[in-house]
């Protein structure tokens, strides 16, 4: 149960904007995150969505904003002023325990920012 399906990824040139999107299925979770995965680098967790709070990493913050879409279960990442290093991929993860294990993931949109 749970089911976590990304989509709207592509390439942009550097200083533009995405929105990627993550639809829930078959299930809701109050804790959810974004992760990015840059080449040859570890999976980072950029948004952290707690019930009501919301933490961004440093590396995106004033850039990145989420928003969470109840009646369709969706969990929309809008991604503006775009750097090459927001390269990679990324995943939109649940943590069903609200433990800070993230227990389902998504399949991973590319995203690509070219200078």
């Known amino acids: 149960q749970g089911q976590l399906v990304e989509s709207g990824g592509g390439s942009v040139q550097a200083g533009g904007s995405l929105r990627l999107s993550c639809e829930v299925r078959?299930?809701?979770?109050?804790?959810m995150g974004w992760f990015r995965q840059a080449p040859g680098k570890e999976r980072e967790e950029i948004i952290r969505?707690?019930?009501?709070?919301?933490t961004y990493a440093d590396s995106v913050k004033g850039r990145f904003t989420i928003s969470k879409h109840s009646w369709n279960l969706t969990l929309d990442l809008q991604m503006n002023s775009l750097k090459p290093e927001d390269t990679g991929m990324y995943y939109c993860?649940?943590?069903?325990?609200?433990?800070?294990?993230?227990?389902?993931w998504g399949q991973g949109t590319q995203v690509t920012v070219s200078s």
């Open positions: 993860a649940a943590d069903s325990s609200c433990s800070r294990k993230y227990d389902r």
């Open positions: 078959g299930g809701a979770f109050r804790c």
């Open positions: 969505l707690d019930g009501g709070d919301t």
